[in-house]
């Protein structure tokens, strides 16, 4: 199995910047035998994909954050991140960390990202 564990959520004003961070922890070697992804859940709103890095080192944004957040990771550290700048109200939401691959399927708990004045 792989554990997750994610930090750097917090409140920020609109406009300011955040650097979330997932651990990896368990049964992997690197952490590049695996896909990665960021998602989000705002209250009353389903949970939707915002960024995504695969195993040949690809990646995806989704269309409200393209621009203002950047996925990345390093194998080194085993972690996984995801840098927000030019924040918006509209981001609030609970974050959440996802690996997948061979055999695995695994989810982060969950951080909360607030933008407000």
């Known amino acids: 199995q792989v554990q997750l564990v994610e930090s750097g959520g917090g409140l920020v004003q609109p406009g300011g910047s955040l650097k979330l961070s997932c651990a990896a922890s368990?049964?992997?070697?690197?952490?590049?035998?695996?896909?990665w992804s960021w998602y989000r859940q705002a209250p009353g709103k389903q949970r939707e994909l915002v960024a995504h890095?695969?195993?040949?080192?690809?990646?995806y944004h989704a269309e409200p954050v393209k621009g203002r957040f950047t996925i990345s990771r390093d194998n080194a550290k085993r972690t996984v991140y995801l840098q927000m700048n030019s924040l918006k109200p509209e981001d609030t939401a609970v974050y959440y960390c996802n690996a997948n691959g061979p055999g695995i399927v695994s989810w982060g708990q969950g951080t909360q990202v607030t933008v407000s004045t």
């Open positions: 368990g049964r992997i070697f690197s952490i590049y035998d695996l896909n």
């Open positions: 890095i695969s195993t040949g080192d690809s990646t």
